[in-house]
């Protein structure tokens, strides 16, 4: 058969239940929405590439002329559903079958249930995590861990809202015409279509978070496939509600117009705050003056996070949409309770500065996290959202604003780190694990990034200097390896190192740090290993 007809394949292995999922029906949805909207997904990831090179060549972000007519115009997004209103705190997580129970049984608003940046996209991951929310939603769903504890969900549970993959990533085990079709599509697609009716027969709906968007074009094209969609399994129109992530410097000039091509769809925006690091990192590369310092002296109180911060909830509450904060990256730590409030005292110092400057609710790791979000919501925030509140209505963000480069100094310490923690998180993600604990900090695919991207730029950039005066080069990354990969093998004992993927760990690693080319996303040459 030519490749040009041979219409949807399934090439990964079918284990059990995995045709509950893929399902002709469910296939040919796919299957659809890959030839109506895959090129148009191809066509705006070059359009990416057109802007890097416009920014490479000393072109800064900038809000856009031609849209000035949005950003200046009276318009708000549709009403909220219900379950959308309060969402002081939601709690954030693989898909895998135990999390999932125990992040819907949480106490927290709402689950984001994540194909993205927690996410290992392993075939089995993402075709059991539809087989987990489904259940999930079906309430059928248990768990017995291997020691007997048995897990089903709370009469009260979260609202589900599961996050598909970024535009740029493809699922290679589904072919159409025998090429890849978009991850981001199976994964809206296959949950819309096993899911929808169900959602809405118990008061709830499909609601989604859509990460990495780097121009309104590209959520008009994620409304686009809303409208479709509903159309195929005859939903009213507006019925999905998407959340856009704002975790791209590129984004943050869009805000507007993002809300505008969503609008009918539209359940506001969200701060990724660590992606959004990364990005302005990987888009101002190749600036003369844009540099940071150590990963830890970043946080969302230097100025150009603060900034973006404070415009996301100007922008949402002009229009009448949620603005939801981010993670912060601390997680409980067992065995040690003065480290362990310490760590609390940071999550809650973080979420009382989102409560007060306006955000209408913010993202936990982990369920112990939930109360101390939720306390601090409940104080600041006695109502289910701000919305309608005043604050930072009178600010002005400007575009130097949102480019500010920070101060802070580059240190030894913070070049092992990024090094250390940046290999044992793509051992984990090649292992299968897409969020894992790494010296007591919750570390994903967006914080993996920012470390490997500020070495590349570290070695590369003129001002790559530690605060002893030493250039961070190549060779200093090739030594300080050596020694952290040591001190990796001695924590985790030569057996658990030796049984893991360190050493293809390094080799992506390396390859990322060391090629002058810049790797757009460290998951594109990790999938090829997956
Ligand atoms: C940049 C961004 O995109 S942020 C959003 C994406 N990142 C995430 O969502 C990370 C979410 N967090 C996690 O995955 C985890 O909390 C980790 C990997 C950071 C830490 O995991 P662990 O070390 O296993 O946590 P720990 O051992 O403390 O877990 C204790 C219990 O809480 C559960 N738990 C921990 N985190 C979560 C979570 N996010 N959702 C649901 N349950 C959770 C564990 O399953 C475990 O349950 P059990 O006692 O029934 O066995
Ligand atoms: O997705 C969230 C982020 O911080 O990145
Ligand atoms: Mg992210």
């Known amino acids: ?109 709402l689950f984001m249930a994540d194909f993205e940046d927690a996410t290992s996209p392993t075939w089995e991951n993402i075709v059991e995590g539809q087989i987990n929310l489904r259940d999930a939603i079906n309430r059928t769903i248990l768990f017995e861990n291997p020691n007997g504890k048995k897990y089903v969900l709370n009469e009260e549970t979260a609202v589900l809202i599961p996050r598909p993959r970024g535009l740029h990533l493809e699922e290679k085990h589904v072919l159409v015409d025998g090429k890849p079709i978009s991850g981001s599509f199976f994964d809206f697609g296959m949950y819309f279509f096993h899911n929808v009716k169900n959602l809405l027969a118990k008061g709830t709906g499909p609601y989604f978070y859509v990460p990495k968007l780097e121009s309104h074009l590209e959520a008009r094209l994620w409304n686009d496939v809303f409208v479709y969609a509903q159309e195929e399994l005859g939903v009213a129109q507006g019925t999905i509600k998407a959340t856009v992530l704002i975790e791209t410097i590129m984004a943050a000039f869009e805000m507007n117009e993002i809300l505008y091509e969503l609008k009918e769809h539209s ?115 006695p109502q289910p959202n701000q919305i309608h509140s ?50 007591n900090l919750m570390e994903d695919a967006a914080t993996a990034e920012i470390s490997r991207s500020q070495l590349w730029q570290w070695i590369r950039h003129k001002k790559g ?35 893991g993927r360190f050493t293809e760990a390094v080799e992506l690693f390396d390859r990322m740090i060391l090629n002058d080319d810049f790797v757009d996303f460290l998951t594109l040459p990790g999938y090829e290993l997956l």
């Open 1 to 109: 058969m030519s490749t040009q007809t041979r219409g949807i394949e399934v090439v990964g292995a079918l284990k059990p239940q995995y045709d509950e999922i893929l399902t002709p029906d469910a296939l040919k949805f796919i299957e659809e929405l890959e030839r109506n909207f895959g090129e148009r997904r191809v066509k705006l990831l070059q359009y990416r590439q057109k802007r890097q090179e416009e920014l490479n060549n000393g072109k800064l972000p900038d809000f856009l002329p031609e849209t000035k007519h949005i950003r200046n115009g009276d318009w708000t997004i549709a009403p909220l559903p219900k379950d959308l209103r309060d969402r002081r705190v939601e709690i954030t997580g693989p898909t895998d079958r135990k999390m999932v129970i125990n992040a819907l049984n949480s106490g927290a608003k």
């Open 267 to 381: 359940a506001g925006l969200n701060c990724g705050r660590w992606d959004y690091i990364f990005s302005y990192l990987k888009k101002l590369r190749n600036h003369e003056d844009v540099i940071l310092p150590d990963r830890s002296q970043v946080t969302m109180t230097v100025p150009f996070m603060r900034s973006y911060s404070l415009l996301t909830i100007q922008t949402c509450h002009r229009r009448k949409a949620p603005a939801i904060g981010g993670m912060a990256a601390q997680i409980p730590i067992k065995n040690n309770p003065q480290a362990n409030e310490e760590a609390f005292a940071k999550v809650r110092a973080d979420k009382e500065r989102e409560a007060r400057d306006g955000h209408d609710g913010t993202w936990v790791a982990h369920p112990g996290l939930v109360p101390v979000a939720m306390e601090v919501f409940d104080r600041e925030m």
């Open 390 to 439: 005043s604050k930072q209505q009178t600010i002005t963000v400007t575009t130097k604003d949102l480019l500010e480069v920070p101060g802070g100094t580059i240190t030894e310490e913070g070049v092992r780190l990024n090094i250390n923690v940046g290999i044992q998180y793509v051992e984990s993600w090649l292992s299968g694990r897409g969020a894992a604990p790494i010296y």
């Open 465 to 499: 200097v530690l605060n002893d005066g030493r250039k961070v080069t190549a060779e200093m990354y090739e030594q300080l390896k050596c020694e952290e990969l040591g001190k990796i093998k001695q924590e985790l004992g030569a057996q658990v190192y030796e049984k």
